[in-house]
């Protein structure tokens, strides 16, 4: 079921937080940058799996923190242009958004996650409009047997109980 709320997502208690990036990218900002902050191993692997599979918009990569959280990637983004030095992600497509959430999808399905983060996705840098994603995430996700937040507005320091 899906929830929309508003709040901080670094400070959610969901056992996995999905977010949208560009192949390659370098987690400068917005939610990456602070996952990048929180861990960065993570913006380090996700550079090394990008290098070495050569990963593609719509894409899915997932890794793991210490404490079991999941962060699975979502790679709803082009790759910055000849990706030189901390070259800007391009936009995001809705085509790369459904291929991204089928994969998110199919993740949830084999894995055990029993609840998930996600902000309104590619709709910050990616260039998106909400109301063009938004039927994709219910599309993809309504239907999981696990609690979905949607954080569809960011309230820095504001803890938001799963329910």
């Not at 999905?18 to 913006?43: K, N």
């Not at 990569?61 to 000849?82: I, S």
């Not at 910050?124 to 938004?134: A, K």
Request: charged share 20%.
């Amino acid at each position: 079921m899906i929830h929309e709320v508003q709040g901080d997502i670094m400070l959610t208690n969901a056992a996995a937080i999905a977010h949208g990036v560009a192949p390659g990218d370098h987690f400068d900002s917005g939610l990456a940058l602070q996952l990048r902050e929180a861990w960065p191993s993570l913006a380090r692997d996700f550079r090394h799996y990008c290098h070495t599979t050569h990963a593609a918009p719509g894409d899915l990569w997932t890794w793991a923190a210490a404490t079991g959280l999941r962060v699975f990637n979502l790679l709803t983004q082009e790759p910055p242009p000849g990706d030189h030095g901390h070259s800007k992600p391009g936009r995001a497509r809705l085509e790369y958004v459904n291929h991204a959430l089928r994969a998110l999808r199919k993740a949830l399905d084999a894995e055990p996650v029993t609840s998930l983060a996600l902000p309104r996705l590619a709709t910050g840098v990616g260039g998106l409009e909400w109301s063009e994603v938004r039927p994709l995430i219910t599309q993809h996700l309504s239907d999981l047997a696990i609690p979905v937040q949607v954080y569809v507005e960011y309230k820095k320091g504001v803890r938001v109980a799963l329910p």
